[in-house]
């Protein structure tokens, strides 16, 4: 948006009453800048959609008249869900691409890190499977962020394409899946509320497919990447180190490596993001419980 002073402030002003209308809220919120449309407009959006979803999987629990509810709806789900036991390879890597790719998430003065209650495999019927993804090029696992709210969408139906084209980060490709190699990245998504500690992170592969295009800014025209469906990379101000890398299995790339500074710290994002637009190219893998815990604090075990 080029205007600025007033009229800047007008057209924000007219964004949010028509925000407002749409998405009715007892104390409206007022867009400034486009980073506030992004996190208050497009993924409250996305979080509606996401919940409304899950009420109708969900629907009464109290008032049904079968014998085990609870399965009902886990069939209805239509995603396999199984743990995988600790002292698995696929627990051991997942765990080491974790600890290895994660940053603190600081939350106003207080730094949170995390610790792994569970990891999960899952088998969205939604997603392709696991022999087309393995006829596919360029193939990486990378972490993608969640709130609670829109798990059960993603499991259900697979992911969706981003809402909207905003030039901010999450929305700066377009209508397109997003992924990251550091864990750091989508565990600020996984972070729900100090009073509610726990959260989930999402392991998937996804395509890149044969050309992979690089960019150190939002794209101008993200159209014509919607419509070609050609794999972004967007480069961020830190980069896990590729002397780390390796090759899981089905010829599969992990990005696992320490973070470090990159070339590119005039990035307005701070880690590398994946685009994909083909959600034909994506199957959700793993599904990551964690716990996020204030990184310095002591626990007072005396007893009153």
């Known amino acids: ?23 009715h809220s007892t104390r409206p919120f007022v867009f400034r800048d486009y980073q506030d449309l992004a996190d208050h407009g ?17 629907g009464d629990m109290f008032g049904s008249t079968l014998d085990d509810p609870l399965s ?4 209805k789900l239509g995603c396999s869900v199984s743990a995988l036991e600790k002292d698995s390879d696929d627990y051991k890597m997942i765990v080491k691409y974790l ?53 059960l ?43 509610r500690p726990e959260g989930f992170l999402v392991l998937a592969v996804a395509s890149l497919g044969d050309q992979i295009i690089e960019v150190k800014s939002p794209p101008e025209d993200t159209k014509s990447l919607e419509e070609k469906k050609r794999g972004v990379k967007g ?37 590398n993001e994946y685009a994909v637009y083909d959600p034909k190219q994506t199957r959700i893998r793993f599904l990551v419980e964690v716990k996020y815990e204030e990184m310095g604090a002591e626990l007072d075990t005396t007893e009153p």
């Open 235 to 271: 480069l961020g101000k830190k980069k896990t180190d590729e002397s780390e890398h390796f090759i899981w299995k089905d010829d599969i790339k992990v990005p696992c490596g320490r973070l470090i500074p990159s070339e590119h710290r005039d990035s307005p994002l701070e880690y």
């Open 1 to 23: 948006m080029k205007e600025t002073g007033q009229k800047a402030e007008a057209v924000w002003s007219d964004y949010s009453q028509r925000c407002s209308t749409l998405l």
């Open 99 to 151: 600890d290895t790719t994660y940053e603190p998430v600081r939350v106003g003065d207080i730094d949170y890190g995390v610790s792994v209650e569970n990891i999960f495999s899952v088998e969205p019927s939604a997603c392709p499977s696991l022999d087309e993804i393995k006829k596919l090029p360029n193939k990486v696992l990378l972490w993608c962020g969640t709130r609670s709210s829109n798990l």
């Open 153 to 195: 969408r993603h499991l259900q139906k697979g992911f969706l394409p981003s809402v909207c084209s905003l030039p901010v980060p999450g929305y700066m490709f377009g209508k397109a899946i997003v992924c990251s190699d550091a864990a750091a990245e989508a565990a600020r998504y996984g972070f729900t509320s100090v009073e």
């Open 42 to 58: 497009a993924a409250a959006f996305e979080t509606i959609r996401d919940i409304n979803m899950a009420s109708r999987l969900v």
């Open 72 to 75: 009902d709806r886990y069939k």
